[in-house]
C-alpha cells in the first residue's frame, strides 16, 4: 500500500514495519456492516488472523471515512487485526460542521448509548474471530473522547488511547473502575482541548492510581495527526505514533 507523509521513517520502526509484515499472514480486509439494537452500522475490519491482537480504533466527528480506514491498514502492516467502529450509522459521515456536532452531541448526551455502540463493536469483532482478548481502543478527536469514556466503563481491554481528543470527565464518571494502562496524546497549542485540561486528567488519573503515558507536543494545534489538513505538523505526528506503536506492542504481549 502507499503510506502517506506522516507514515514513521526511521531505521528502528522501518525495521519493525519489515518484521512484522514477513511474520503476519496476509491480511483481510473489509468494510463490515452490523447492528446495535435496530440501527445499522458499517466498520471496518484489517483481520490477521485468530493469534494477532486487535487494536479497536474509533472515528473523529466526521465519521469513518478514509482516513482511519488508512490507519486501520498502517495498523495491518504492523500485525494488528483491527476493527474501525462506526458510532454514527451506515451511511452517516457528516460533512457539514453543524452536523458533525449534532451528531457527536448527540453521543455526548447519551453516554449509555456510546458505550453500548463500542460494547456491540466488541462482540461484533469477536464474531468474525478477532482476538478481542488481548486488544485496545484508540481514538482520533471525538473519537479519542469515546475511547476515554469507554475507559471510565471499566471495559476489560489492555489499554486505551487518544490522540488530540477530548479530556473532561462528565459530571458523575471517574477512572475508579479503570485498569487499563491510557496513552495520551495531546497539542500544546490546542485552542479546543486546553492544557488545563491535560492537567486535570494527570490528576484524576494519579488519584484512581490508573497506569498511564502522557505527551504533550509543544506547538502542535488541535488535530495535529490530519495529514493534508493545515493543522497537520509532521513532528507531532511522527513522534506520537512512534511511541504509541512501542507502547502497544508492550500492551498487546
Not at 490507519?71 to 451511511?91: C, N, P, Q, T
Not at 448527540?106 to 478477532?130: Q, T
Not at 497539542?187 to 482541548?193: E, F, K, P, V
Request: hydrophobic share 35%.
Amino acid at each position: 500500500m502507499k503510506f502517506p507523509k506522516a507514515f514513521p521513517s526511521s531505521p528502528l520502526f522501518t525495521f519493525c514495519l519489515v518484521v512484522a509484515t514477513l511474520i503476519s499472514p496476509t491480511a483481510k480486509t473489509k468494510s463490515i456492516d452490523y447492528k446495535s439494537g435496530k440501527e445499522s452500522y458499517e466498520g471496518y475490519v484489517v483481520n490477521k488472523g485468530k493469534k494477532a491482537p486487535t487494536i479497536f480504533l474509533i472515528h473523529d466527528w466526521d465519521g469513518l471515512t478514509e482516513y482511519e480506514v488508512k490507519r486501520s491498514e498502517m495498523l495491518g502492516e504492523l500485525g494488528y487485526s483491527v476493527f474501525a467502529i462506526d458510532l454514527f450509522g451506515k451511511g452517516v459521515r457528516p460533512e457539514k460542521i453543524e452536523d458533525r456536532r449534532q451528531h457527536t452531541g448527540e453521543l455526548y448526551k447519551d453516554r449509555v448509548k456510546m458505550r453500548k455502540l463500542m460494547n456491540d463493536a466488541l462482540v461484533r469483532a469477536k464474531s468474525e474471530g478477532l482476538n478481542v482478548k488481548n486488544a485496545m481502543a484508540i481514538g482520533y478527536c471525538f473519537g479519542g473522547a469515546a475511547a476515554l469514556e469507554w475507559a471510565r466503563s471499566g471495559a476489560k481491554l489492555k489499554g486505551f488511547a487518544t490522540f488530540h481528543g477530548g479530556l473532561e470527565s462528565p459530571e458523575g464518571q471517574s477512572y475508579k473502575d479503570t485498569k487499563a494502562k491510557l496513552l495520551v496524546y495531546h497539542g500544546g497549542a490546542d485552542t479546543a482541548i486546553t492544557m488545563d485540561q491535560f492537567a486535570t486528567l494527570a490528576n484524576e488519573l494519579e488519584k484512581n492510581k490508573v497506569p498511564n503515558e502522557m505527551m504533550s507536543f509543544g506547538g502542535a494545534p488541535h488535530a495535529f495527526t490530519v495529514y493534508g489538513s493545515d493543522r497537520y505538523q509532521e513532528n507531532a505526528d511522527k513522534k506520537s505514533w512512534a511511541h504509541f506503536t512501542s507502547a502497544a506492542q508492550e500492551i498487546l504481549k
